[in-house]
């Protein structure tokens, strides 16, 4: 946090609005309220309003400030004499004192110092001054307009009145300081948020104060024309106080008190109105820093720090009083003088941009106070004009597991290469396996089934039934050896093979291998349906085989149906597109489902349908190659559907 020490601009417009409110009071005062309650009468000192106001708002200095260019003078050049002393120091302590209450109040957020409050031990000490110092003062040196006064101790009734007087002064100020400092004008004077559901009742409270100094106008006007009241304590007659009032307070005077009242209790209620809603949500706000889980640090505009949440303490370690002002802070969290100086420099700038409303989060390396360096990521907030938020968030376990997670990453990564490395070592391996399968196998099969055929054509004649027929069967033996070579060659070319993918008209593939196989069976009378306009983003040879593996398929466990059929579309599942190849062959049970796309699994004969189990493995491979899925459906007698997602 930094803040300059020199004057600034702030400073500089909290003076001068200081002086002219003071000012303001001191014209105010010139012809004070006047509350006639014949034979006496209560003066109500309205320029005391507003270095009241400066006082609440920004502090007694302030309030002081304002308070000598008003008041002070005032009083001295009106009356004079000794006992204006004493009164001119009873409205500095005043404005003092409750200017050091409300900051009080604002930093501690007690009760105990609310201004209505802090009246209560003003007024107690301000009636023991009047019934002793200011007494004796009176009657040691009489002011000019009551010479008569100081023959005789002052009458009691006179200090009673006063004390009096000065009580509903207190109050009624106070009251008013409140009603006022809701009011639109005076908020952007102080810049105080704006209040935005006030301002259709600025309107009703600005007129009821209109009307009511219109009346204070024609009420001064008046008295000084035709009525006198003096401060001397005169002889009371017969009549009732309701009778003097009734009867002997012009007319004038009465509008005036009406208008005052009705002025006073409008503002009374709209205050209250926005006072309840603004309490509850500052309740609110304070209850949400409290619970807060990030360190948060309210700072006024001083510098000085106002609060600190719980988990500020759990996190730097700092109390309150340790840290009183944000120097003192920064100084300790950073005890290098480098540091500090780069906090700082950047401070600074984020002070600016949180002013805007564009908060940047910094993070810094902090030491808190058991010596312990945090990493601590630093947030400005201004959320009122005199307040701004500090909110911090201690990373220092995130960084921490940031760490070890780069090391676990660099750890994997070195796995994975050494892996890698094996995988590429496997693969070459079963390169040359395959090589030599298809090389080293292949030789004698050949062997084998030539030299099987070449008995059967040159010693026909020799050989009986049983020797023909044991030459055939190892014929076939080789030739299906041979076959499951080549397909086993197959899965493992796809599983190494690189991928090209793009846009590919299946309609038009499984009718090119639809064809084929009618090619082969002519005779064969089958219902094809393929869907129309079938698309997929995929590799054209593999997913070729694909189709080939699942169409043949179809096309071989429907050929003992009397009205077969075979599809291949697309459907709609959960938002998805599914590929399928349906028919209505002999289908299978679902209970052996799960072996159906495993390499050399069957669930038929050899000697209803021909196979090596090798197709459905395949098809497997490819569709995991295209990152997609397979699952098959079907009942015994009753067809097979086969979907697939790439």
Not at 31 to 51: A, D, W
Not at 143 to 159: N, R, S
Request: with cysteine; aromatic share 14%.
């Amino acid at each position: 946090m930094y803040h300059d020490p020199k004057i600034n601009k702030e400073i500089l417009y909290k003076i001068f609005i200081s002086i002219v409110l003071g000012l303001i009071g001191f014209c105010l005062s010139l012809h004070p309220f006047v509350f006639l309650l014949p034979p006496y009468k209560i003066s109500l000192m309205v320029g005391l309003v507003f270095p009241m106001i400066v006082s609440l708002k920004w502090g007694w200095r302030y309030g002081l400030l304002s308070a000598i260019f008003g008041l002070g003078f005032k009083t001295m050049w009106i009356k004079g004499g000794w006992e204006s002393v004493v009164t001119v120091s009873m409205f500095i302590l005043w404005i003092v004192w409750h200017g050091w209450c409300a900051k009080r109040s604002r930093n501690t957020g007690e009760k105990k110092w609310h201004h209505y409050l802090s009246e209560i031990p003003f007024r107690l000490f301000n009636t023991i001054i009047l019934y002793t110092i200011f007494r004796w003062i009176f009657q040691f040196n009489p002011p000019p307009w009551a010479p008569e006064m100081a023959i005789t101790a002052i009458p009691l009734t006179f200090v009673n009145l006063a004390a009096i007087e000065a009580a509903v002064n207190g109050y009624l100020i106070l009251l008013l300081s409140d009603v006022l400092i809701i009011f639109g004008p005076i908020r952007k004077l102080f810049r105080l948020k704006e209040v935005k559901e006030q301002k259709r009742s600025n309107y009703f409270l600005g007129a009821a104060v209109l009307i009511g100094c219109f009346f204070w106008v024609i009420d001064g006007a008046f008295s000084l024309i035709f009525r006198d009241f003096s401060n001397s304590i005169t002889p009371r007659g017969t009549e009732s106080l309701l009778d003097l009032i009734v009867f002997q307070v012009p007319p004038y005077a009465l509008f005036e008190r009406l208008s005052f009242f009705i002025a006073l209790l409008t503002g009374v209620i709209l205050s209250t109105r926005y006072m309840n809603k603004y309490s509850s949500s500052e309740k609110l706000l304070k209850k949400i820093v409290k619970i807060s889980p990030y360190p948060i640090t309210v700072v006024n505009s001083g510098g000085r720090v106002e609060y600190i949440n719980p988990e500020f303490v759990e996190s730097f370690g700092y109390q309150l009083e340790d840290i009183p002002t944000v120097t003192e802070w920064y100084n300790k969290i950073f005890p290098n003088i480098f540091d500090r100086r780069d906090f700082i420099a950047h401070w600074k700038d984020d002070m600016y941009k949180a002013k805007k409303l564009n908060t940047e989060p910094r993070m810094f390396n902090v030491t808190n106070k058991n010596g312990n360096i945090e990493n601590i990521i630093f947030r400005q907030v201004i959320l009122e004009e005199e307040k701004e938020y500090i909110i911090c968030e201690n990373v220092s376990e995130r960084i921490l597991a940031e760490k070890r997670f780069r090391r676990l990453n660099e750890e994997l990564e070195q796995r994975v290469k050494k892996r890698t490395a094996q995988l590429e070592a496997t693969n070459k391996e079963l390169e040359a396996f395959s090589y030599s399968v298809s090389h080293d196998l292949r030789a004698p099969l050949r062997s084998i089934d030539g030299f099987s055929m070449a008995l059967l054509e040159e010693y026909n004649d020799q050989l009986d039934v049983e020797g023909k027929d044991c030459l055939k069967r190892v014929r076939s033996a080789s030739q299906r050896m041979g076959q499951i070579i080549d397909d086993l060659l197959s899965l493992s070319r796809i599983s190494r093979c690189e991928l090209h993918k793009e846009e590919v008209n299946l309609s038009e593939m499984a009718e090119r291998i639809i064809s084929k196989l009618q090619e082969r069976a002519p005779d064969r009378k089958v219902d094809i349906v393929i869907g129309h306009k079938v698309t997929a983003i995929c590799d054209s040879n593999l997913i070729e085989v694909v189709l080939e593996n699942l169409l043949g398929n179809a096309w071989k466990f429907i050929s003992r149906q009397e009205k077969p059929w075979i599809v291949f579309d697309t459907v709609l599942q959960d938002n998805e597109l599914v590929y399928c190849v349906r028919d209505n062959g002999a289908g299978f049970d679902m209970a052996y489902a799960g072996k159906l796309f495993g390499a050399f699994q069957r669930l038929h004969k050899d000697t209803d349908f021909e196979g090596y189990g090798i197709g459905l493995a395949t098809v497997m491979r490819i569709i995991n190659r295209h990152e997609g899925r397979i699952w098959a459906e079907g009942y015994v007698n009753r067809g097979a559907s086969f979907y697939f997602v790439l």
